[in-house]
């Protein structure tokens, strides 16, 4: 398996600020991704995040909301841009372990946007 | 297209009795399929998979389901509920473009009773 923390784990914020969260693990993963949860809702893949390249996004998010960096085999910040009150959700990222197909979930970080 | 449908949003079980989460999932191919649990502001915990092996999946905590092609389902069962699996529960299946890229469905909260 695969420990991954999140940093902030919650945070509240004011609409047209930005945040970055932060996703760390404690081995090398193949395959990091990043999902959003809406309140009451269930989870939506945002992007994935490429080791020294640009991430992946899937339909409905964009580079200019949802910059994603992973500069190693461990690492990867999400930012939420200009953020508005629709962007309070969890942010969660997850991570494939080579060799096993399994993928292992952060704690999230739950974002509140006044 | 690919989707996966929990047909009950909530379901309610007295402790000690049997737990059934249902899920139906809609695929082109032979889809790997998973079920999560959310307990209350904790993260995602996988309970089982399954990857086209033995059609009966035994997970975590008693749980277990069963793989039906002709039926298209992957029910989630176990045999007596405990108060600590009261939580959310997400079915899973894995996309056609990259079996790394998932589709969560709707969850179902599991309550149980004294």
């Known amino acids: 398996s695969a420990v991954i923390s999140q940093k902030p784990s919650r945070d509240i914020c004011q609409r047209g600020t930005s945040l970055t969260i932060q996703c760390q693990v404690d081995?090398?993963?193949?395959?990091m991704f990043w999902y959003r949860q809406q309140p009451g809702q269930s989870l939506t893949l945002i992007a994935t995040a490429n080791q020294g390249s640009e991430a992946t996004y899937e339909s409905g998010f964009v580079i200019d909301k949802f910059p994603i960096s992973r500069p190693n085999l461990t690492f990867s910040t999400l930012t939420v841009s200009n953020m508005s009150p629709e962007d309070s959700s969890i942010y969660l990222c997850?991570?494939?372990?080579?060799?096993?197909?399994?993928?292992?979930f952060g704690p999230g970080t739950r974002l509140t946007v006044t | 297209a690919q989707s996966v449908t929990q047909l009950d949003s909530h379901v309610s079980v007295s402790e000690g009795t049997p737990v059934l989460l249902r899920c139906n999932y809609s695929?082109?191919?032979?889809?790997?399929l998973f079920w999560y649990v959310q307990h209350p502001n904790k993260g995602l915990q996988l309970l089982l998979k399954?990857?086209?092996?033995?059609?009966l999946v035994k997970g975590i905590n008693g749980f277990e389901a069963e793989f039906k092609k002709s039926e298209t389902s992957f029910h989630l069962t176990k045999p007596s509920a405990h108060m600590s699996d009261a939580a959310e529960y997400f079915c899973?299946?894995?996309?056609?473009?990259?079996?790394?890229?998932?589709?969560f469905g709707s969850g179902t909260r599991l309550l149980v009773r004294p």
């Open positions: 695929s082109s191919y032979s889809p790997s």
């Open positions: 081995s090398q993963v193949t395959m």
């Open positions: 997850s991570v494939v372990i080579a060799g096993v197909y399994e993928q292992y």
């Open positions: 399954y990857t086209s092996a033995a059609t």
């Open positions: 899973v299946v894995s996309r056609m473009d990259s079996s790394y890229k998932l589709i």
